[in-house]
């Protein structure tokens, strides 16, 4: 059986089962996947406050309930601590190791973030013919730290991550069109042009991911990244936080079109 | 001066000095105004958290840190002390009285919830040519308790209350349309047509405001309604918790159209 072929809960099925432990890029097309945060309660509001205030960095798909490990509004009956192939746990802010399974690491007073994640709305630009040059070229997007000033909340602070696709004008024009529509998976792009603006000095030097090549009559395009608030509570430097490892996601029921909001 | 020509910031000084008490509809045109709810950081992540799970009912346009009384992102400089005309004191979810200033109610670990307001999407509305019987006919709009659940979160749960306007089919598609592009204060309905499908059994009785003639023709379009926090937080019975006096809002910085989605 093809993998691309199953539902989200049979790819949940499978992951929980140990039956694959891969990048999640490509499963169960056409449904929204989500970057993952675990944070003990004490974190959780100025957590839940940075959201608010750093939507297009952070936007939320759900928040569990302090000790609930079950999405279920997104996925009914799922289990953040074992359905995403690869977790990684951090200790004062610094990865201590990546796992398979977070049930040992788990505490009562924990509680699940899941974050909109770009692969939904790359969906959206190669059904409209907008190539989607990492993707072309098998690399993971670029990603950078720019000046742009996110919105502080308690003891969480930084500058927004942001991730770049170059297209020639007119298709960056078409790419925020369509991106808008889905303000769940980081909207409408935060940049367009010279990066130097939001204080990036040389794009084939990102901080996070792979360069992608910018051909003639290109500009690159920037969209605000699912990483900002990794490296936000991560600089915070909590005794304990658990995120997904980067393109490990979590697979949700939802649809990429039930996140748009026309 | 013509109070309808005074700028936001201009208003909220009147209204600080005691010059203006009156109910805030039809001032400064074109800029978003807000319902205001005041809680102890005991329950604000509760609260926070049920906003995020019932973003149509409680769309937040800004959340103070603890502890202050600034709405800095949507009104920097402004109190939201003695910036609105008149207040309501809840104690244990009993309305006790009604202030012009809350600062002797104001204590270091509160903090302020500024929700959007219908009055930005009638504008809309009205700019489009679509008729708001409410405002026609001088009369508050018409709320009702719907059995459409809220997500609960904590001690925080209930049904969803709506307002009503009524409208011919063709505007209501319309209204549609134009209410999807402000997701910030309500967005698009969440009914059009029987009442009784979503629970409520008399259109001549609303729960709170007056009631709204329907035409020959017209059908009842429903929307998420910004009383829908209020009743769910006093439901709780918090020990203190403050609320704006039904339409006598905080008027903000931000114009109606920078709400806009698309």
Redesign the interface.
């Known amino acids: 059986m093809n993998l691309a072929d199953l539902s989200p809960a049979q790819l949940r099925q499978r992951i929980r089962q140990g039956a694959f432990a891969g990048p999640t890029a490509g499963l169960a097309n056409g449904y929204a996947q989500a970057n993952l945060l675990v944070v003990r309660r004490e974190l959780?509001?100025d957590f839940?406050?940075f959201?608010?205030?750093n939507p297009k960095a952070c936007p939320?798909l759900e928040?569990t309930?302090p000790g609930s490990f079950e999405p279920r509004?997104i996925a009914p009956g799922a289990d953040i601590r074992h359905d995403l192939p690869k977790y990684r746990i951090y200790r004062h802010g610094v990865l201590e190791q990546e796992v398979a399974d977070i049930t040992p690491f788990w505490e009562d007073d924990m509680l699940a973030f899941l974050i909109g994640c770009s692969f939904s709305f790359e969906g959206a630009l190669l059904a409209n013919g907008i190539p989607v040059r990492h993707i072309e070229d098998g690399h993971n997007v670029p990603m950078y730290r720019s000046n742009l000033p996110c919105?502080a909340?308690?003891s969480l602070a930084g500058p927004m991550v942001v991730s770049m696709r170059p297209m020639p004008a007119a298709l960056a024009i078409r790419a925020t069109?369509l991106t808008?529509?889905f303000?769940a998976v980081h909207?409408a792009p935060v940049h367009i042009g010279d990066p130097r603006q939001i204080g990036i000095a040389d794009l084939e030097r990102p901080d996070f991911g792979d360069p992608a090549q910018l051909r003639e009559g290109e500009v690159p395009v920037f969209w605000a990244c699912g990483v900002t608030p990794q490296a936000v509570v991560m600089q915070a430097k909590p005794a304990l936080a658990i995120s997904h490892a980067p393109g490990h996601m979590f697979i949700s029921d939802l649809r990429d079109e039930q996140l748009a909001?026309?």
Chains 1, 2 share one sequence.
């Open positions: 959780a509001f839940l406050l959201c608010q205030r939320l928040v309930d509004r919105v909340a308690g069109q808008s529509r303000p909207g909001l026309i």
